[in-house]
């Protein structure tokens, strides 16, 4: 067990609706990272943010944003969903922008029908 | 895009036996980490070595580093059935924590 949370474990939506994602990161860590990982591939970085402002992107369009709390807590939203965005989605908890060892929690199981 | 690429990209094996899992990468790095996955779930991680480290153990576990020829080794000893999972390499090039993995091997061990 991480400490790391996240909700729902599963979530079913249609192509074109709104999905917001939730994680709770370990006690005392101020940075969380988002992973997509795609069925049989590796998990792939979405973006981070440390200290409520977002450090660093990966490939993904707008569509994809985030936010974090006060509380260090995050949310992760994609808009107009579309099928390929049918993946595992997981957070990871760090202390510091460098944090050397990420703390992931159990995913979001997203299936866009 | 992906970093790091594991090898085999399955393997299955014995209880009792040992399993070796291969990382190649292509830019340079300050560390190289290794995460088990089980059934789809959240990653653990089991160990990190950095550039200037070759060798580093956690109890059944030998990670290699050799960065001349930017690549890593997994050696896991003495195997159980709930070894059974994904591994898989990660780096982080520009130490900023946004770590890049590879596509994984996935370990079947046989009881």
């Known amino acids: 067990e991480t400490g790391v949370t996240q909700s729902p474990t599963h979530l079913i939506k249609t192509r074109g609706q709104q999905v917001t994602l939730r994680c709770s990161s370990q006690?005392?860590?101020?940075?969380v990272s988002w992973y997509q990982q795609a069925l049989g591939q590796g998990p792939q970085f979405i973006f981070q943010?440390?200290?409520?402002?977002?450090?660093g992107r990966g490939n993904f369009p707008p569509r994809f944003s985030g936010l974090q709390f006060p509380n260090y807590s995050s949310e992760l939203n994609v808009n107009a969903l579309e099928l390929d965005d049918s993946a595992l989605y997981l957070c990871?908890?760090?202390?510091?922008?460098?944090?050397?060892?990420?703390?992931f929690g159990p995913g979001t199981r997203l299936l866009v029908l | 895009s992906q970093q790091g690429e594991e090898d085999p990209q399955a393997l299955s094996i014995q209880e009792g036996e040992n399993a070796t899992m291969n990382c190649s990468y292509k830019?340079?790095?300050?560390?190289l980490q290794w995460y088990r996955q089980n059934s789809g779930r959240g990653l653990v991680h089991l160990i990190l070595i950095r550039s200037n480290e070759r060798e580093k153990h956690s109890g059944r576990l030998r990670v290699t580093l050799d960065t001349s020829k930017k690549s890593s080794s997994l050696l896991i000893t003495a195997s159980r059935a709930a070894d059974t999972a994904s591994y898989f390499c990660?780096?982080?090039?520009?130490?900023?924590?946004?770590?890049?993995f590879g596509q994984g091997t996935t370990l079947q061990v046989k009881p």
């Open positions: 990660a780096t982080d090039p520009g130490n900023t924590g946004k770590l890049i």
């Open positions: 990871a908890s760090s202390l510091g922008q460098t944090g050397e060892t990420q703390y």
């Open positions: 943010y440390y200290r409520e402002e977002e450090n």
């Open positions: 006690s005392g860590h101020n940075t």
């Open positions: 830019t340079s790095i300050n560390n």
